[in-house]
């Protein structure tokens, strides 16, 4: 014991500790210049991907560097139990489970036209009873367009708008895309695909794979999705002239009861991929309900819940766990550096800059 060392022996084993103290602080400087990416400059960061972002369409004080258009929303999970026997997460035991969410489009610009991108997306923060948080955001489309996070950073790359004609140079986009064949699968939903007039008659998926962890330990690969209730105005390119319709049919739709969607759990068979979101599983793989998902108010983003809120995928309470899918601390990485960068700035604008922020949708 330590105690029972004579006053040389503590000196010398403090020369030890003070060796190997060093020895861990190197070390922990080390990993950290890897992860910051100080040590491999040609190694891909959370601040390449984001800045790249910013690069193909501009830097807007304040907002989120994709996803940047978008409205709070808030309701209740309302689970039926039946996902109990896969995970033990609490929010899957009968009951309600308040949920603060976010409607959104994706792109940088939160001024962009409702209508100029046909994927809507849904994030999800559900706070459990004992004070775990699943957060969780879905899209609207089968598939991501690629597998990892190095081909997302050539596809934004690629997609960089040329200086002389201030849009992407097709070359280079066909280049990407001769270069990813495993882009296909999107490509070919993305050439028959319309924006749609509402969020609330879109189906919502999670694309990356997670895995369910039940009372016993026993691991199940899933993917979700939030399947609507409502069905009509899907299709439509919205209302002439309104480039901020899906807001105002949102609250229009609200006015007059809550939305709701229908939680589904697909199970994954042996041998079905988790670490690649390009892929869907088989149409035969079983699908469980969870629960009804209900939405009952709308906020702006500038003043509801749902601001201040980074929708990290990684947030995951016992009974969920992350597959091994790159994308995802890909995603949680980026997120965090895109709430540092849009917080820091909100604390820093300027009056006049803060007025016109919170006129905007």
Known sequence: MQEE??????????AGS??????????TVAAFGYVGGWLAPHRLTPEKLIDQFQRNAGTFAGYRRNHAKGVC???????????????????????????????AIPGSNPYA??????????????TQANGQQWRTGMNSMPVFPVATPQAFFAQLQAQQPDPATGKPDPAKV????????????????????????????????SLNAFVF????????????????????GGGAAGKAGDADYLAA???????????????????????????????????DRRTIDAGTLVIDATT?????????????????????????DPLLPARSAAYADSYLRRTSEEAHLPSTAAAHTEKQP
């Open 300 to 324: 702006p983003q500038e003043s509801g819940a749902c601001r201040d809120i980074n929708y990290d995928p990684l947030v995951l309470p016992a009974g969920i766990t992350a597959s091994d």
């Open 213 to 232: 962890v039940d009372a016993n330990g026993k691991r199940q690969p899933v993917r979700w999705r939030m399947l609507p209730q409502a069905t009509d």
């Open 113 to 126: 036209p409702d209508g100029s991108v046909p994927i809507r997306s849904m994030a999800l923060r559900f």
């Open 18 to 27: 003070w060796a190997l103290i060093g020895a861990v602080v190197a070390v």
């Open 249 to 283: 049919d949102l609250a229009e739709r609200l006015a007059h009861g809550p939305l709701r969607w229908q939680l589904q759990i697909t199970l994954a068979n042996a041998g079905d991929p988790t670490n690649d979101a390009t892929k869907t599983w088989p149409s």
């Open 174 to 205: 066909a280049a990407f895309f001769a270069a990813h064949p495993e882009t296909a699968a999107f490509r070919a939903w993305a050439k028959t695909a319309k924006p749609s007039a509402s969020f609330a008659t879109e189906s919502y998926e």
């Open 73 to 103: 929303v808030a309701g209740y999970f309302v689970s039926n139990g039946q996902a109990l026997a896969y995970s033990a997460a609490q929010v899957f035991a009968p009951g309600r489970t308040p949920v603060v969410g976010r409607f």
């Open 5 to 14: 060392l004579s006053v040389p022996a503590r000196r010398k084993g403090n």
